[in-house]
């Protein structure tokens, strides 16, 4: 059985930095296109961003472009979401998920991802 286990969110001021973290239990991690997703109260669930099976190429939406990243080590089976420079429109619960496929496509949709983690709550507010 596959799973994804995020943690890493919490409650920081406008300017902090957080690193949420997503391990993948049960299938090989190195096969996973991993992406990134939040819902804000009341909106729907938003793309983020996603990082391919090496970590060499990833993709961020216009607005977080400049501010986070999405490395991953392999070897802990871990993808990260490296925040940066958080604003209070960055709130929401931010949820990874896994795609095991060949073809690198940072627009996918949210369909073609086979699994999720549980999602874990982010809230910058001063």
């Known amino acids: 059985q596959v799973q994804l286990v995020e943690s890493g969110g919490g409650l920081v001021q406008p300017g902090a930095s957080l690193r949420l973290s997503c391990v993948v239990f049960g299938r090989s991690f190195s096969s996973a296109i991993m992406g990134w997703f939040r819902q804000a109260p009341g909106k729907e669930r938003e793309f983020v961003g996603a990082v391919n099976w090496s970590g060499g190429n990833s993709y961020l939406i216009g607005s977080v472009r400049d501010r986070f990243t999405i490395p991953r080590d392999n070897a802990k089976n871990t993808v990260y979401l490296q925040m940066n420079s958080l604003k209070p429109e960055d709130t929401a619960v931010y949820y990874c998920?896994?795609?095991?496929?060949?073809?690198?496509?940072?627009?996918?949709?949210?369909?073609?991802?086979?699994?999720w983690g549980q999602g874990t709550q982010v809230t910058v507010s001063s």
């Open positions: 998920a896994a795609a095991f496929s060949d073809i690198w496509d940072p627009h996918r949709p949210s369909s073609d991802y086979d699994y």
